[in-house]
């Protein structure tokens, strides 16, 4: 990676960070059990270190408020279509509110028939897909979590924005509860949100990551967001961008093929879709044995024999996991500039500055 201009960092208590972003929401006309689900997830994203989809989305998610691009008190309303499918309208609420509430009716479904699917239209960004894998697994479930977004990857052959990079996300539990598989991966080389946090924080990026507009690789972050991002192994990462505009966006009935609006831009609704699965572990043997074969899994993969030079092999997700256990004892990382966005947004609505710990 080329030299970046490292900015003073500063430590935020987690709890400090969850009450101010909750206030800020609320001020911004979020009702109270909302503005706690977004907030909540915000913070977690924080927690497992992925930076990128964090509490440092508040200045973008309100400018949209205040352009009228997203309705803060809108209720997601549910349509149950077989016994084991459900449809959710978010009514261009918040992503979370609407993933979050269609998550909880497909665990329902899932404890009853052994599986619920819930396919979400007229959302919006919901961030780090990992917490909805999360909230799937506190209650047990092993899941799928499909989201499409706004153009920003060609697809393979091509050289303009059109798919999104749309994470793919899923999980299931294993014996340890510290211990699940969490795979949540954008099916770029990088996230798209990594070179806004790199321009946020007055840092390059590798040049592996983004093409400029003239289509030559660059480590510019401001650059790198005219041209167009570089899809994970070539064409199969191109076509697994489009598999999440398949499952989430043709499927749902939300935007799809490059409609996306992308949620840094205020001028009007994003129409993003959502599609999440969660399953009953133990269809097809007890949960006992089902969580001693994924603890065996989980055993094998991390004493794989090593490549040189690496230290340590970690099971997907564990990274996160690892992160979130040191920041909550420890505080989250923040640039200066990004606390001084975050009191930006306080100021607007008149919520007290957030508490830093150093
Ligand atoms: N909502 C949206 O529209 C949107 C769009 C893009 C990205 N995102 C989010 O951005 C986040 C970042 O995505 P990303 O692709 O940059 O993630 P990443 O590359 O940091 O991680 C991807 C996966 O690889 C695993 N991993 C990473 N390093 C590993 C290692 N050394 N050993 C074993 N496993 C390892 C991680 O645990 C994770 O499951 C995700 O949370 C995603 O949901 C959201």
């Known amino acids: 990676m080329a030299e970046s201009t490292q900015q003073p960092m500063h430590l935020i208590n987690p709890t400090d960070l969850q009450t101010f972003v909750t206030q800020v929401l609320i001020a911004n006309n979020t009702p109270p059990d909302s503005a706690a689900i977004v907030a909540k997830c915000l913070v977690a994203a924080d927690l497992r270190g992925v930076d990128t989809h964090g509490s440092n989305r508040i200045p973008s998610y309100m400018e949209r408020i205040r352009q009228k ?17 459900a449809q959710i309208d978010a009514h261009n609420g918040f992503g979370f509110v609407a993933a979050h ?38 209650a047990g479930m092993m899941s799928l979590v499909f989201t499409n977004s706004s153009p920003a990857l060609p697809v393979w052959g091509g050289k303009e924005k059109l798919m999104g990079v749309s994470p793919i996300a899923c999980g299931a539990p294993s014996g340890d509860p510290a211990k699940p598989f969490i795979l949540d991966m954008a099916p770029s080389v990088a996230a798209r949100g990594k070179i806004y946090k790199a321009l946020r924080r007055g840092e390059r990026i590798p040049t592996e990551w983004a093409l400029d507009k003239e289509g030559c690789p660059t480590d510019d972050p401001a650059k790198a967001l005219e041209g167009v991002m570089l899809p994970m192994g070539g064409p199969k990462g191109s076509a697994l961008s489009i598999m999440m505009d398949v499952f989430s966006g043709v499927f749902s009935g ?30 097809f043997m007890t949960m006992e044995e089902f969580k001693e074969r994924m603890d065996y899994l989980y055993k094998r993969v991390v004493e794989s024999d090593k490549m040189a030079g690496v230290d340590r092999i ?43 710990m150093q």
């Open 69 to 85: 691009a997203l309705d803060p008190t809108a209720t997601p309303t549910l349509r149950q279509i077989t016994p084991v499918a």
């Open 101 to 138: 509430a269609g998550m909880a009716r497909a665990i329902e479904m899932a404890e009853t028939y052994g599986m619920g699917m819930v396919s979400v239209k007229h959302s919006n960004h919901f961030g780090m897909s990992a917490w909805v894998v999360k909230q799937a697994l506190d």
């Open 314 to 356: 970690y099971f997907p997700g564990e990274i996160e996991i690892l992160m979130e256990q040191t920041r909550l004892a420890e505080g989250i990382p923040f640039a200066e500039a990004e606390v001084a966005g975050l009191n930006k947004e306080a100021d607007l609505v008149n919520v007290e500055h957030l508490k830093v």
């Open 254 to 283: 939300a935007a799809f093929a490059g409609h996306v609006t992308n949620p840094y831009d205020p001028s009007k609704p994003a129409d993003v879709g959502h599609f999440l699965v969660a399953i009953k572990p133990d269809l």
